[in-house]
């Protein structure tokens, strides 16, 4: 029974860092058309924005706070001086963010060399019941993650900055004729976004240290979570980042890893295969 807890915990935590890291995927995804192909470096940068605090000696929660609106503002300098240019060609746009992730990895690896630079957590520690020990940080991880999911969806369904942002994806033409800034709208998602992977960035650096390819860990599987959950909505990329990460915590447990990155791609590929809409299909929150 201990072990069974103690498994689920695990999946349940590696699971909400794959939901943090899709939050933003998804809504840049979902809002502009495009697939953010340089998500996993803002992830990377957020990382290394709370090294960076903590290795000047300032508290780490300092440099977990600063990540997601450096990132975010990163993001968008970025999507006005490049990305929007692009806007008009998906798949060049799509290139284009490859292209920055590509150049931001190896500015990161040219700073911090080949090696594996640890940041101690915040909260240390376990949580303890009877003979069952969880990490007490990544038990703030799910706690963090829940509350980002329900601040993201009151933001993107109670406030006017989410309706302006719903119906410019609706209907760009029609909010532009209503008086809404489209080019505004755009750059603040994507900046959105990008704070959402530097804030995720941030928060697993202490479990997975930094090194220069620790976005590539999570892209690939946020990129495939969005497919499968579905773009169009909040709750699409949400669903699938659930079933991708319980899956990739949960088949490790049972088979080596490299057999279950690789079922966990087959089973998505063929579940894509024959419902390409996604779990849940559809624009809205």
């Known amino acids: 029974m201990a072990n069974a807890f103690v498994a689920a915990f695990e999946i349940l935590s590696f699971g909400a860092i794959i939901v943090l890291i899709v939050l933003g995927l ?57 990305i929007r ?45 009877g003979t069952i020990h969880i990490s007490a940080w990544r038990f703030t991880i799910i706690v963090i993650t829940l509350l980002v999911m329900a601040g993201c969806y009151l933001l993107l369904s109670r406030t006017s900055f989410g309706l302006r942002m719903r119906a410019t994806l609706e209907n760009p033409a029609l909010a532009r004729a209503s008086g809404i800034s489209t080019p505004l709208m755009y750059g603040a998602t994507f900046a959105f ?35 499968v959950g579905g773009v169009g909505s909040f709750i699409g990329p949400v669903a699938g980042a659930g079933v991708i990460g319980t899956l990739s915590a949960a088949l490790p447990w049972v088979m080596a890893p490299v057999v279950a990155d690789v079922l966990v791609f087959v089973l998505a590929i063929v579940f894509i295969k024959f419902r390409p809409q996604g779990l849940i299909a559809g624009k809205g929150v």
Do not use: C, H
């Open 26 to 82: 998804g809504i840049i995804a979902s809002m502009m058309g495009i697939f953010n192909f340089a998500q996993g470096e803002f992830v990377l940068l957020g990382a290394y924005i709370t090294y960076l605090a903590y290795a000047k000696g300032l508290p780490i929660w300092a440099g977990m706070v600063a990540a997601p609106f450096v990132v975010g503002a990163l993001g968008f300098v970025l999507e006005a001086l490049i």
């Open 85 to 129: 240019r692009f806007y008009a060609a998906p798949i060049v746009a799509m290139l284009g963010t490859y292209a920055l992730g590509l150049i931001i990895r190896e500015a990161v690896r040219g700073l911090i060399g080949g090696f594996y630079l640890t940041v101690p957590e915040p909260i240390g520690g376990s949580i303890d019941f």
């Open 193 to 227: 976004g990008s704070a959402l992977a530097g804030l995720a960035g941030a928060l697993i650096v202490p479990v997975f240290s930094l090194y220069a390819d620790l976005g590539l860990r999570f892209l690939i599987q946020g990129f495939v979570a969005v497919m």
